[in-house]
């Protein structure tokens, strides 16, 4: 289970970073992926990360403007977004899965475990 924190309504420019704390399992073989879905969109990957190693994956869309980490003691994987932009609006989530190489981490399907949402709401 992971619970998805840090949303909320922030200027357009402004930065935000969001939280995931995994618990209730060991996810250390998995990667964590955060996604996000806007208003009547279907949810797409923005980044995802190894909870081993040092591998990460970024969404052409975000590349430059959102960086993705962990933190392995204390269990939480953190998205950093800058320069937000309206179109950034969404609920974000974050996810535990077994994607076996770098173009299938943005494939929901490979996630198995999807923690609850967090509102993002950037005003221009």
């Known amino acids: 289970v992971q619970l998805a924190s840090g949303g909320g309504l922030v200027q357009a420019g402004e930065s935000l970073r969001l939280s995931c704390a995994a618990s209730?399992?060991?996810?250390?073989?998995?990667?964590m992926g955060w996604f996000r879905q806007a208003p009547g969109k279907e949810r797409e990957f923005v980044a995802g990360?190894?909870?081993?190693?040092?591998?990460?994956y970024y969404a052409d869309s975000v590349k430059g403007r959102f960086t993705i980490s962990r933190d392995n003691f204390k269990n939480t994987v953190y998205l950093q977004i800058g320069s937000l932009k309206p179109e950034d609006t969404a609920v974000y989530y974050c996810?535990?899965?077994?994607?076996?190489?770098?173009?299938?981490?943005?494939?929901?399907?490979?996630?198995?475990?999807w923690g609850q949402g967090t509102q993002v709401t950037v005003s221009s």
């Open positions: 990360i190894r909870w081993s190693g040092i591998s990460t």
């Open positions: 209730g399992r060991t996810f250390s073989s998995y990667v």
């Open positions: 996810a535990a899965g077994l994607p076996p190489y770098g173009s299938t981490w943005l494939e929901r399907s490979r996630y198995d475990y």
